[in-house]
């Protein structure tokens, strides 16, 4: 995901950033889960980070990648839950550290 400006569309200018190869999506101390990435600038590496999500704020950016992947429109449930995740909320609650 590049953050330049059109005329910057180069992958070698400006930011990108990109998933970390290998490491996988934690949970983290905190009950929130950590999704490993790697930040570029102009080409050159720059530093790790991560994203850092909420319980909830995973589902929904789970939701919308599963739509997406099935080329649907993406969709906000009016509950907050999506339906793929909702019978799941309490198990993943379980899970946590």
Not at 18 to 45: N, T, Y
Not at 64 to 83: F, H, K, N, S
């Amino acid at each position: 995901m590049s953050t330049g400006t059109p005329d910057n569309s180069s992958p070698a200018q400006g930011l990108c950033v990109s998933r970390v190869p290998g490491k996988p999506v934690v949970w983290e101390a905190d009950g929130r889960i950590a999704v490993p990435l790697w930040l570029r600038q102009d080409g050159r590496f720059d530093t790790d980070l991560a994203l850092r999500l909420s319980v909830a704020e995973a589902e929904m950016l789970h939701a919308q990648l599963c739509y997406a992947l099935a080329d649907e429109p993406v969709t906000t449930p009016p509950d907050g839950t999506p339906y793929c995740r909702s019978h799941e909320r309490e198990d993943a609650a379980a899970r946590r550290p």
